[in-house]
């Protein structure tokens, strides 16, 4: 999961279509497989294929940071002023994916109606 600086609600509309293109172009000049993803209003939750020999967390600060460089030269011309040259804020939440890869796609692909519904999520505390 990647968070936009202050959480502020960006992701609706044609600016979420357009961020999941970058995420998605930004995926393969790593050679990273971008398996499941999904925008929320404040959020985004990512499910990559990372090859073995690469570092999870290398490969965060690749994606995150070549994203927000896209994100401002494309995007800003169309929306005005996102947030500056920073669109990420620091830091990310990872869990590596062995078996309950297809419950981790099917929690993505449901994420709305969770939250909707106000449920806890996979990832909350008791």
């Keep these: 999961m990647i ?10 509309g044609s600016l ?12 393969q000049q790593k050679e990273v497989e971008l ?3 999904k925008a929320m209003p404040d959020h985004v939750h ?7 020999m690469v570092s999870i967390a290398n490969t965060v600060v690749f994606l995150k ?8 030269r494309d995007l800003e011309k169309v929306k005005g002023s996102l947030y500056g040259r920073s669109f990420w ?4 939440c990872v869990s590596t994916v062995g ?3 297809v419950m981790i ?22």
Excluded: M, T, W
């Design 89 to 92: 804020s620091r830091g990310y």
């Design 35 to 37: 398996v499941e993803a």
């Design 65 to 72: 940071g070549k994203s927000a460089i896209r994100i401002n």
């Design 16 to 27: 979420r279509v357009e961020i999941g293109k970058i995420l998605r172009q930004v995926c």
């Design 105 to 126: 796609k099917e929690y993505i692909q449901n994420q709305e109606k969770h939250e909707r519904d106000g449920e806890r999520g996979l990832f909350d505390l008791e």
């Design 99 to 101: 078996l309950d890869e």
């Design 3 to 12: 968070v936009p600086k202050y959480r502020r609600r960006k992701f609706y």
């Design 46 to 52: 990512l499910l990559l294929s990372i090859p073995p």
